[in-house]
């Protein structure tokens, strides 16, 4: 069973504070690893992905990545209010000659001002 | 910018009556992804497109749920009798890489919320 694990949350920051979201996977051959931002209502929007273990930094959002502990995280920086979102974590599995995403249940996020 | 269109954006129906979803994936993507996700969770796959072929649907239902994408680029999902478990967002994705690859960023639609009666 290939599996993805999250924190359902919510997880409350204040403005300005950096918000940290985890998230672990079965699988340890796996090879990459996405985070999508959701808002209530809308559809999940890529917002990082990492292949490699460290860190990758896009802006205020920086992916870590351990297979080792078969563990990735998001850090946000200067969290804002507009990050209010579910953070979805998805891993990709193979299976059958092809790569699908299996996805967490999602961690909500709230930003207080 | 490019997008996946997806249509309707909202569907009510009565149980046993047939739906149908349509997406067209950002030009250029040869594959197409279908989710479904209830309210509280991720999205799960339900069928997975290399150009017009399938390459997975172990997790789609086959008895009342079928998928096309017969030119290689267009998608209609369809449900047929719906049933009151069906109720959720069902979402459509695509990407530029080969299902065979694993860096394959896929980039969702608006989705279409089925609200079954």
């Known amino acids: 069973q290939k599996e993805v694990e999250q924190n359902s949350g919510p997880l409350s920051v204040p403005e300005g504070a950096i918000a940290s979201l985890n998230c672990t996977y079965s699988d340890r051959g796996s090879q990459s690893f996405f985070w999508y931002r959701q808002y209530s209502g809308k559809s999940p929007e890529l917002i990082m992905f990492?292949?490699?273990?460290g860190d990758k930094e896009d802006g205020r959002f920086t992916a870590q990545l351990n297979k080792a502990s078969q563990y990735v995280s998001l850090l946000i920086r200067d969290s804002q209010p507009s990050d209010s979102a579910t953070y979805l974590c998805?891993?990709?599995?193979?299976?059958?000659?092809?790569?699908?995403?299996?996805f967490g249940k999602g961690t909500k996020l709230s930003v207080i001002p | 910018e490019a997008e996946v269109a997806q249509s309707p954006r909202y569907k009510i129906t009565e149980k046993s009556q047939a739906v149908a979803f349509w997406c067209d994936p950002i030009?250029?993507?040869?594959?197409l992804y279908w989710y479904r996700q209830i309210l509280g969770q991720g999205p799960e796959l339900l069928v997975q497109f290399q150009d017009e072929s399938v390459v997975d649907d172990s997790q789609l239902p086959k008895d009342r749920f079928s998928a096309e994408r017969l030119k290689g680029v267009d998608s209609t999902l369809k449900i047929q009798p719906a049933e009151l478990g069906d109720s959720a967002m069902y979402l459509c994705a695509s990407s530029f890489s080969h299902s065979r690859s694993p860096y394959n960023e896929q980039f969702f639609g608006p989705g279409t919320r089925l609200t079954v009666l």
């Open positions: 990492i292949y490699s273990n």
């Open positions: 030009s250029g993507h040869a594959t």
């Open positions: 998805a891993v990709a599995y193979s299976g059958a000659g092809s790569y699908q995403l299996t």
